[in-house]
């Protein structure tokens, strides 16, 4: 092995610090160990008696050294426990190199015996030390983390080595997630993966990346949605599959968006949308008992996570809320563009010439009926102009079965009763082609016509629903910035800096 010698460039602390691992191994010992046996982690340990034997291992977070005794803390996974080295117990030589080439910020391994010292604080009587790795670089000051949140995205490990609130928010998402899969195993839905890489990028309104195939020659686009696949599972028999799954999508970044996120999507043969929000109030039956409350804060508001929840009817709150019948701004399977156009005159919502009819309503949306929904709330029944892989609602072709789920005023999920008919299908995603033609509408569904094929031999009625992960983990921990529940979001590039 070849030693890792600093360039001039690295500060002092970084080569003093080399300075360090070099006299470690100077003494025979490897500072970089392959393996070590504990025999308890730090939480199981902390809850033995005194006198139980016990060997530890974990990065230390404080050391006070008392001459020919210091007392330190370790910290692992699980928590954190004091331990006593003395002089007289663990030898000369490594009570030497443990008080001048350790610091904080090392992992240590010890063996030794609890005991509770006279401050009634459980603590390891170390019998042997082991040096595990010696860390170079300063942790943040005084272990108390890092405090500029630009710094804590792109330095996550360092944020949460020193921020405990950091570190619990995705433990608890990750929970989140293990609930949401034990909701759906157990009722039947099949676990998948499905294509990260596609020939086309349907199943959502949205921008999508762009790659190249070098061998097959030919570009692939990395999926927005999870949706066309799972369809066709249902369609080759599975009465239910989802898949949680990494989507890309080449839009703006904010604190309620990033271009990499995860959705969960699900599909059941023979139920609809109102199979998909009973599945929803499941999920926030399990959020209470994973977090122990029925309330949380969120922007600001007390949100209540009890269901049932409100059920909003978009046509009823659209007329209460613009003065208009819905049905105005709306012509067939698309939009009455002229109409949509004065309406949002009227309401003095900003549009520009080349602004698409599905931006100019979604802009409605947003200021006039969402802005309010605080409180967990299904708003169904929405425009089939924007909404092609959805069920017209019966005698009204302008209109879907579909609901998007709102709380803390944030889409959590949106659900459809599934077009199942293929050449209602088709007539739809040629009006999508259309508004991508006609209005340059970047983000309007493809024509694929493979999804069209499949469908032609036979796919079941059936209820489908997509839940924002990363949306459903900001309102559980209570975080309005995405960012917080992201381990490493996608960040603007610094100067000399590849994008992170």
């Given amino acids: 092995m070849t030693n890792i010698i600093p360039n001039s460039g690295i500060n002092e602390i970084v080569a003093n610090n080399y300075a360090k ?15 070590f046996k504990l025999t308890h982690k730090i939480a199981q340990a902390a809850a033995l008696p005194a006198e139980t034997p016990v060997t530890i291992a974990g990065r230390m977070v404080l050391m006070r050294v008392m001459g020919k005794a210091t007392f330190a803390h370790l910290k692992d996974g699980t928590g954190k426990l004091q331990i006593y080295v003395k002089k007289d117990i663990v030898g000369e030589e490594a009570y030497e190199i443990f008080r001048k080439q350790m610091h904080v910020g090392d992992f240590l391994g010890v063996e030794g015996k609890l005991f509770v010292t006279h401050t009634g604080e459980l603590t390891v009587n170390a019998e042997k030390l082991t040096v595990l790795s010696k860390s170079v670089r300063q942790l943040p000051e005084k272990f108390h983390g890092l405090t500029d949140a630009e710094a804590r995205y792109r330095e996550r490990y360092l944020d949460l080595i020193s921020n405990e609130d950091s570190k619990a928010i995705f433990v608890r998402r990750a929970q989140l997630v293990a609930a949401l899969r034990d909701i759906l195993n157990s009722d039947g839905y099949l676990e998948v993966e499905t294509p990260v890489l596609c020939s086309q990028a349907g199943g959502a309104s949205a921008r999508p990346f762009i790659t190249f195939h070098n061998a097959y020659k030919n570009e692939l ?27 890309f999508r080449n839009e703006g970044v904010d604190t309620r968006h990033n271009p990499e996120f995860t959705m969960l999507e699900a599909y059941k043969a023979y139920s609809d949308y109102h199979g998909m929000a009973e599945l929803v109030e499941r999920v926030f039956e399990r959020c209470i008992k994973l977090i122990g409350s029925e309330t949380i804060e969120y922007n600001g508001e007390k949100i209540n996570l009890k269901p049932p929840f409100k059920r909003l009817s978009l046509p009823d709150e659209w007329k209460a809320k613009t003065g208009e019948d819905i049905h105005e701004i709306l012509k067939g399977k698309g939009f009455n ?13 900003e549009y520009g010439p080349d602004t698409t009819s599905a931006k100019i309503f979604d802009r409605i949306m947003d200021e006039k009926i969402l802005a309010s929904l605080h409180q967990p709330t299904f708003v169904f029944d929405h425009p089939t102009a924007i909404t092609p892989l959805a069920k017209c609602k019966v005698g009204d072709e302008c209109l879907v079965e579909r609901f998007e789920f709102f709380a803390g005023t944030e ?42 094929e499949a469908m032609e031999y036979g796919m079941p009625p059936m209820g489908g629903i997509g839940i924002g992960i990363d949306r459903l983990a900001m309102l559980i921990t209570g975080k309005p910035s995405i960012r917080e529940v992201v381990l490493f979001p996608l960040l603007r590039p610094t100067d000399g800096e590849p994008a992170k």
């Fill in 337 to 349: 563009r002229e109409n949509l156009k004065k309406l949002a005159t009227r309401l003095h919502i």
């Fill in 411 to 452: 889409e959590i999920a949106n659900a459809y009763s599934e077009l199942n008919d293929p050449e209602d299908q088709k007539s739809r995603l040629v009006e999508q082609l259309r508004q991508q033609q006609e209005e340059n509408n970047g983000e309007a569904d493809i024509l694929d016509k493979d999804f069209i």
């Fill in 221 to 247: 686009y990395m999926r927005i949605a999870l949706e066309l696949p799972l369809k066709k599972l249902i369609i080759g028999g599975f009465d239910g599959a989802y898949e949680i799954g990494r989507v």
């Fill in 21 to 35: 691992i070099k006299a470690i191994r100077e003494k025979g010992i490897d500072p970089f160990p392959h393996r």
